[in-house]
């Protein structure tokens, strides 16, 4: 069965910064896409980010150059390190995995529960 579980949300100020880890088990990671997106209250859900088998990455504009995501695939571990955090970053960030390149989450073939951000001064 497959699982993905989510870690290292939490409340943090303006500007600060975040690491958010993911644990896959139950597949073979080192061959899927993974992915990172994230719904804020009230807002439909956003795709933030990708990154390939290869390690090659993939930002939506509205995290670019203050998201970076990345991957260790001999854990099974997928990151996403968040820096210059702001008050519209405040969602429920959920890890999720495809077997093939889309960032159209309805395509994605299994995701994690979701770990909350919150950031407020």
């Known amino acids: 069965q497959v699982q993905l579980v989510e870690s290292g949300g939490g409340l943090v100020q303006p500007g600060g910064s975040l690491r958010l880890s993911c644990v896959g088990s139950?597949?073979?990671?080192?061959?899927?896409?993974m992915h990172w997106v994230r719904q804020a209250p009230g807002k439909d859900l956003e795709w933030i980010s990708s990154i390939s088998r290869g390690g090659l990455p993939d930002y939506a504009d509205s995290v670019k150059g203050r998201f970076t995501i990345s991957r260790d695939n001999a854990k099974n571990t997928l990151y996403l390190q968040m820096n210059s955090l702001k008050s519209e970053d405040t969602a429920v960030y959920t890890c999720?995995?495809?077997?093939?390149?889309?960032?159209?989450?309805?395509?994605?073939?299994?995701w994690g529960q979701g770990t909350q951000v919150t950031v407020s001064s």
């Open positions: 999720a995995g495809s077997k093939v390149y889309t960032i159209r989450a309805e395509r994605f073939d299994y």
């Open positions: 139950g597949l073979t990671f080192k061959d899927d896409w």
